[in-house]
Protein backbone atom coordinates (compact mmCIF):
# COMPACT_ATOMS: atom_id res chain seq x y z
CA UNK A 1 0.00 0.00 0.00
CA UNK A 2 0.96 3.74 -0.74
CA UNK A 3 1.27 5.46 3.14
CA UNK A 4 2.34 9.11 3.68
CA UNK A 5 3.37 9.72 7.39
CA UNK A 6 3.30 13.23 8.56
CA UNK A 7 5.97 14.12 11.88
CA UNK A 8 4.85 17.00 13.86
CA UNK A 9 8.06 17.00 16.76
CA UNK A 10 10.62 19.60 17.01
CA UNK A 11 13.56 17.16 18.44
CA UNK A 12 14.73 14.30 16.00
CA UNK A 13 15.54 12.04 19.46
CA UNK A 14 11.95 12.59 20.88
CA UNK A 15 9.84 9.47 21.22
CA UNK A 16 7.95 10.62 18.56
CA UNK A 17 10.81 10.57 16.09
CA UNK A 18 11.30 7.14 17.43
CA UNK A 19 7.69 6.64 16.57
CA UNK A 20 7.58 8.11 13.12
CA UNK A 21 11.00 5.93 12.44
CA UNK A 22 9.85 2.86 13.53
CA UNK A 23 6.92 3.43 11.37
CA UNK A 24 9.03 4.16 7.95
CA UNK A 25 11.32 0.63 8.77
CA UNK A 26 7.97 -1.71 9.72
CA UNK A 27 6.10 -0.40 6.74
CA UNK A 28 8.96 -0.40 4.35
CA UNK A 29 10.05 -3.99 5.61
CA UNK A 30 5.89 -5.17 4.93
CA UNK A 31 6.73 -4.51 1.28
CA UNK A 32 4.81 -0.90 1.48
CA UNK A 33 5.11 2.78 -0.23
CA UNK A 34 5.92 5.31 2.22
CA UNK A 35 6.31 8.91 1.46
CA UNK A 36 7.02 11.19 4.41
CA UNK A 37 7.27 14.74 5.94
CA UNK A 38 9.09 15.80 8.42
CA UNK A 39 7.10 18.98 9.55
CA UNK A 40 10.60 20.87 11.74
CA UNK A 41 13.13 19.56 10.28
CA UNK A 42 11.94 20.54 6.75
CA UNK A 43 10.95 23.63 8.17
CA UNK A 44 7.58 23.98 7.34
CA UNK A 45 5.71 27.57 7.30
CA UNK A 46 2.56 26.42 9.43
CA UNK A 47 1.19 30.28 8.85
CA UNK A 48 -1.78 30.16 6.16
CA UNK A 49 -2.48 33.29 4.22
CA UNK A 50 -2.02 35.38 1.40
CA UNK A 51 1.23 33.74 0.96
CA UNK A 52 -0.27 30.42 0.23
CA UNK A 53 -0.72 31.84 -3.57
CA UNK A 54 1.37 33.01 -5.99
CA UNK A 55 -1.43 35.97 -7.65
CA UNK A 56 -4.43 36.54 -6.02
CA UNK A 57 -8.04 36.81 -7.60
CA UNK A 58 -9.36 39.23 -5.33
CA UNK A 59 -6.19 41.74 -4.12
CA UNK A 60 -8.45 43.87 -2.51
CA UNK A 61 -10.48 41.73 0.16
CA UNK A 62 -8.15 38.39 1.05
CA UNK A 63 -10.76 35.50 1.66
CA UNK A 64 -8.95 32.03 2.01
CA UNK A 65 -11.86 29.89 0.44
CA UNK A 66 -12.47 32.01 -2.37
CA UNK A 67 -8.46 31.94 -3.23
CA UNK A 68 -8.17 28.67 -3.15
CA UNK A 69 -11.02 28.25 -5.51
CA UNK A 70 -9.43 30.48 -7.80
CA UNK A 71 -6.11 28.58 -7.45
CA UNK A 72 -6.91 25.13 -7.77
CA UNK A 73 -8.48 26.21 -11.15
CA UNK A 74 -5.23 28.61 -12.30
CA UNK A 75 -3.04 26.69 -10.83
CA UNK A 76 -1.38 29.83 -8.68
CA UNK A 77 -0.81 27.79 -5.21
CA UNK A 78 2.92 27.99 -3.68
CA UNK A 79 5.09 25.24 -4.82
CA UNK A 80 4.93 23.72 -1.05
CA UNK A 81 1.07 23.16 -0.65
CA UNK A 82 1.62 21.71 -3.84
CA UNK A 83 3.77 19.14 -3.15
CA UNK A 84 1.99 18.48 0.06
CA UNK A 85 -1.04 17.79 -1.56
CA UNK A 86 0.67 15.50 -3.88
CA UNK A 87 1.42 13.39 -1.26
CA UNK A 88 -1.78 13.12 0.04
CA UNK A 89 -3.48 12.02 -2.78
CA UNK A 90 -0.83 9.48 -3.70
CA UNK A 91 -1.43 7.92 -0.42
CA UNK A 92 -4.15 5.08 0.16
CA UNK A 93 -3.17 5.64 4.25
CA UNK A 94 -2.21 9.02 5.86
CA UNK A 95 -0.61 9.20 9.19
CA UNK A 96 -0.28 11.64 11.89
CA UNK A 97 2.62 11.35 14.26
CA UNK A 98 2.54 14.23 16.87
CA UNK A 99 2.99 14.40 20.66
CA UNK A 100 -0.73 15.87 22.14
CA UNK A 101 -0.49 19.92 22.42
CA UNK A 102 -3.36 21.63 24.33
CA UNK A 103 -5.54 18.64 23.48
CA UNK A 104 -4.83 19.11 19.83
CA UNK A 105 -2.20 18.84 17.24
CA UNK A 106 1.06 21.36 17.56
CA UNK A 107 0.43 24.36 15.46
CA UNK A 108 3.02 23.45 13.05
CA UNK A 109 0.76 20.71 11.76
CA UNK A 110 -2.45 22.85 12.28
CA UNK A 111 -0.82 25.30 9.97
CA UNK A 112 -0.07 22.07 7.60
CA UNK A 113 -3.86 21.31 7.27
CA UNK A 114 -5.10 24.84 6.93
CA UNK A 115 -2.67 25.46 3.91
CA UNK A 116 -3.18 21.96 2.41
CA UNK A 117 -6.79 21.17 1.82
CA UNK A 118 -8.18 23.53 0.23
CA UNK A 119 -11.35 23.95 -1.02
CA UNK A 120 -12.42 22.93 -4.87
CA UNK A 121 -9.16 19.84 -4.51
CA UNK A 122 -10.08 18.33 -0.83
CA UNK A 123 -13.82 19.23 -0.06
CA UNK A 124 -16.65 21.58 -2.05
CA UNK A 125 -20.15 21.68 -1.88
CA UNK A 126 -21.40 18.48 -1.52
CA UNK A 127 -18.02 16.25 -1.83
CA UNK A 128 -17.91 15.99 2.05
CA UNK A 129 -17.71 13.50 4.06
CA UNK A 130 -18.56 9.76 1.83
CA UNK A 131 -18.69 12.29 -0.54
CA UNK A 132 -15.31 13.90 0.11
CA UNK A 133 -12.75 13.66 -2.53
CA UNK A 134 -10.73 10.99 -0.32
CA UNK A 135 -13.43 8.87 0.24
CA UNK A 136 -11.71 5.51 0.18
CA UNK A 137 -8.48 6.41 1.85
CA UNK A 138 -7.90 6.10 5.51
CA UNK A 139 -6.12 8.17 8.07
CA UNK A 140 -5.06 7.36 11.64
CA UNK A 141 -3.65 9.52 14.57
CA UNK A 142 -0.11 8.36 16.50
CA UNK A 143 0.38 10.45 19.75
CA UNK A 144 1.74 10.53 22.45
CA UNK A 145 0.36 12.38 25.54
CA UNK A 146 2.03 13.55 29.09
CA UNK A 147 -0.88 13.10 31.03
CA UNK A 148 -1.46 9.66 32.12
CA UNK A 149 -4.23 7.36 30.71
CA UNK A 150 -6.32 7.55 34.26
CA UNK A 151 -7.07 10.96 33.65
CA UNK A 152 -8.27 11.08 30.41
CA UNK A 153 -12.02 10.32 31.73
CA UNK A 154 -15.18 12.63 32.06
CA UNK A 155 -14.67 13.98 35.44
CA UNK A 156 -11.11 14.87 34.31
CA UNK A 157 -9.36 15.54 30.96
CA UNK A 158 -12.52 13.92 29.60
CA UNK A 159 -12.58 11.22 27.17
CA UNK A 160 -9.75 11.15 24.66
CA UNK A 161 -12.12 10.06 22.18
CA UNK A 162 -14.16 13.26 22.65
CA UNK A 163 -11.09 15.12 22.72
CA UNK A 164 -9.97 13.75 19.43
CA UNK A 165 -13.58 14.05 17.78
CA UNK A 166 -12.49 17.44 16.22
CA UNK A 167 -9.98 16.59 14.28
CA UNK A 168 -11.16 13.02 13.48
CA UNK A 169 -14.75 13.98 12.36
CA UNK A 170 -14.03 18.20 11.70
CA UNK A 171 -10.89 16.82 9.17
CA UNK A 172 -10.54 13.94 8.64
CA UNK A 173 -14.07 12.68 8.29
CA UNK A 174 -15.31 15.81 6.87
CA UNK A 175 -12.93 15.13 3.79
CA UNK A 176 -13.66 11.56 3.23
CA UNK A 177 -11.00 9.56 5.02
CA UNK A 178 -12.19 6.58 7.14
CA UNK A 179 -10.18 6.80 9.94
CA UNK A 180 -8.82 3.87 11.98
CA UNK A 181 -8.08 3.55 15.87
CA UNK A 182 -5.41 5.76 16.66
CA UNK A 183 -2.33 4.43 18.38
CA UNK A 184 -2.13 6.48 21.43
CA UNK A 185 0.83 6.51 24.36
CA UNK A 186 -0.29 8.12 27.35
CA UNK A 187 2.18 9.56 29.96
CA UNK A 188 5.56 8.62 27.43
CA UNK A 189 8.10 10.53 29.85
CA UNK A 190 7.09 8.43 33.02
CA UNK A 191 7.44 5.13 31.22
CA UNK A 192 10.77 3.01 31.61
CA UNK A 193 13.02 2.38 28.47
CA UNK A 194 11.52 -1.17 28.37
CA UNK A 195 7.98 -0.08 28.52
CA UNK A 196 8.64 2.14 25.68
CA UNK A 197 10.90 -0.44 23.88
CA UNK A 198 7.79 -2.26 23.80
CA UNK A 199 5.68 0.00 23.20
CA UNK A 200 7.56 0.83 19.76
CA UNK A 201 7.06 -3.23 19.15
CA UNK A 202 3.56 -2.91 19.73
CA UNK A 203 3.14 0.17 16.96
CA UNK A 204 5.91 -2.09 14.57
CA UNK A 205 3.55 -4.74 14.89
CA UNK A 206 0.31 -3.00 14.57
CA UNK A 207 1.72 -1.52 11.05
CA UNK A 208 3.21 -4.71 9.95
CA UNK A 209 -0.68 -6.04 10.11
CA UNK A 210 -2.07 -2.57 8.87
CA UNK A 211 -3.77 -4.39 5.45
CA UNK A 212 -5.38 -7.16 7.84
CA UNK A 213 -6.41 -4.61 10.22
CA UNK A 214 -8.59 -2.78 7.32
CA UNK A 215 -9.65 -5.65 5.80
CA UNK A 216 -10.94 -6.63 8.88
CA UNK A 217 -12.95 -2.87 9.34
P1 LIG B 1 10.17 12.65 24.72
O1 LIG B 1 10.38 13.49 25.93
O2 LIG B 1 10.91 12.98 23.48
O3 LIG B 1 10.47 11.13 25.04
C1 LIG B 1 10.13 10.54 26.25
C2 LIG B 1 11.29 9.63 26.63
O4 LIG B 1 11.44 8.62 25.65
C3 LIG B 1 12.64 10.37 26.70
O5 LIG B 1 13.30 9.98 27.88
C4 LIG B 1 13.39 9.84 25.49
O6 LIG B 1 14.78 9.83 25.67
C5 LIG B 1 12.83 8.44 25.39
N1 LIG B 1 13.04 7.79 24.09
C6 LIG B 1 13.27 8.37 22.88
N2 LIG B 1 13.48 7.43 21.95
C7 LIG B 1 13.35 6.22 22.58
C8 LIG B 1 13.42 4.87 22.15
N3 LIG B 1 13.71 4.57 20.88
N4 LIG B 1 13.21 3.89 23.04
C9 LIG B 1 12.92 4.17 24.33
N5 LIG B 1 12.85 5.43 24.81
C10 LIG B 1 13.05 6.46 23.93
N6 LIG B 1 0.08 16.47 27.36
C11 LIG B 1 -1.20 16.08 27.52
O7 LIG B 1 -1.46 14.98 28.01
N7 LIG B 1 -2.23 16.89 27.12
C12 LIG B 1 -2.02 18.11 26.57
O8 LIG B 1 -2.97 18.79 26.20
C13 LIG B 1 -0.67 18.55 26.42
N8 LIG B 1 -0.40 19.77 25.90
C14 LIG B 1 0.90 20.15 25.72
C15 LIG B 1 1.17 21.39 25.14
C16 LIG B 1 2.46 21.79 24.91
C17 LIG B 1 2.72 23.11 24.26
C18 LIG B 1 3.53 20.93 25.28
C19 LIG B 1 4.96 21.36 25.03
C20 LIG B 1 3.29 19.71 25.85
C21 LIG B 1 1.97 19.29 26.08
N9 LIG B 1 1.67 18.05 26.62
C22 LIG B 1 0.37 17.67 26.82
C23 LIG B 1 2.76 17.06 26.89
C24 LIG B 1 3.19 16.36 25.60
O9 LIG B 1 2.10 15.75 24.96
C25 LIG B 1 4.26 15.32 25.92
O10 LIG B 1 5.37 16.00 26.46
C26 LIG B 1 4.67 14.53 24.69
O11 LIG B 1 3.58 13.77 24.23
C27 LIG B 1 5.83 13.60 24.97
O12 LIG B 1 6.27 13.02 23.78
P2 LIG B 1 7.76 13.28 23.25
O13 LIG B 1 7.97 12.54 21.98
O14 LIG B 1 8.07 14.75 23.26
O15 LIG B 1 8.57 12.59 24.43
Redesign the pocket.
Known amino acids: MKILIILA?P?E????A?LFNTAIKSLEEAGHEVKTTDLYQENYQPVSGKGNFTQLENPNYFKQQNEELFAVQQSTLMPDIVSEQEKIEWCEIMIWQF?????SVPAILKGWIDKVFTMGKFYDNGKIFDNGFSAGKKAMLSL????PQKNYVEDKYGDINSILFPIHRGILEFLGFSVLQPEIIYS??RLT?EE??TL?DRWSKRLMNIEQEIMRN
Open positions: HEKSFNAPLYWFTTGGVEDRKL
